[in-house]
């Protein structure tokens, strides 16, 4: 794994400071929402509850404009002997699941919850600020991405590029919203106000180094305790978005949790597309001239 996390000293020079980020674990997140809580109120978010979805007791469906922390319900139902190295979905492709009844945290006879608080991934390589034609996105001294809303123009560039479709305009004024990571707080010295919140460090917050190298050991532990499938998403730069400052330790894969499995930075080709583009013009214009000039001689 790459641990070579940046510092953004070309532009911020003496006050450039490590980059921070988020390490979610979601083994041991309990769904209690404190963060998407902590979050509305330091940041004066409006309300967004949706309504059930009658697939899960998620009641905020997706990260929004309104909703800059989401956690998400994942619910498997499991027959009641898994058989040793098989994954709970193709054990219950096997065989019918037991009757709903009571179950354990986590993972029990019948049922599996799987819970994550996603949140924006503050990545490397971020599309959004690369599309956005006011420089309203800008990268923080702590290499995180953040929008400056008296700037924002409400074009929506930036909501097409995101490729993990966290970016949203607010309706009543059409201008995006997402999560800073407390980008006052930082500047306090501070903690996020979810990773403050959160009552069993699922949240985990620190210089991304750190939190990289506290995630490996995680996941050896995991692995080694029989959760053949864990993995950490977004945990170093070898990926479509050259790393992200938001990682996540998780129990399944990505689509499980309603995450792309492989995620790519949309303006990754686009020198590449403008330079096929300028070779085929050019070839056209050849073209062109050879046929007009060269049918009069």
Request: hydrophobic share 40%.
């Amino acid at each position: 794994m790459t641990l070579d996390v940046r510092q953004w000293s070309a532009t911020y020079g003496a006050d450039s400071k490590p980059r921070m980020g988020f390490f979610t674990d979601t083994s041991i997140c309990i769904g209690c929402k404190a963060c998407e809580v902590a979050c509305k109120e330091w940041n004066q978010i409006p309300t967004s509850i949706q309504g059930f979805t009658g697939n899960s007791y998620d009641n905020t469906i997706a990260l929004g404009a309104n909703t800059w922390r989401h956690v998400a319900f994942v619910e498997q139902r499991l027959p009641a002997g898994v058989e040793e190295g098989a994954s709970p979905v193709e054990a219950s492709a096997r065989a019918q699941a037991i009757n709903w009844g009571v179950q354990t945290y986590q993972e029990g006879d019948g049922l599996r919850w799987l819970m994550a608080s996603d949140v924006c991934k503050h990545c490397t390589e971020a599309a959004c600020l690369e599309v956005c034609p006011t420089g309203a996105l800008f990268r923080t001294e702590f290499g995180t991405v953040v929008v400056q809303e008296d700037v924002c123009n409400g074009c929506g560039y930036c909501v097409a590029a995101c490729p993990f479709g966290v970016l949203d305009q607010r309706e009543d004024d059409g201008r995006v919203w997402k999560c800073t990571l407390c980008y006052d707080r930082l500047k306090d010295g501070l903690e996020p106000a979810c990773a403050k919140a959160c009552p069993t460090d699922s949240i985990q917050f620190g210089e991304l180094a750190e939190l990289r190298s506290r995630a490996e050991r995680r996941l050896d532990q995991l692995q080694s305790a029989g959760q053949r499938r864990a993995q950490l998403y977004l945990a170093d730069d070898e990926n479509g978005v050259g790393g992200a400052g938001a990682f996540f330790l998780l129990l399944d894969d990505p689509e499980v949790y309603g995450l792309p499995p492989d995620p790519v930075d949309t303006t990754r080709d686009l020198g590449s597309i403008w330079g096929a583009t300028a070779a085929a013009g050019a070839a056209l214009a050849l073209g062109l001239a050879a046929a007009v000039f060269g049918g009069r001689g």
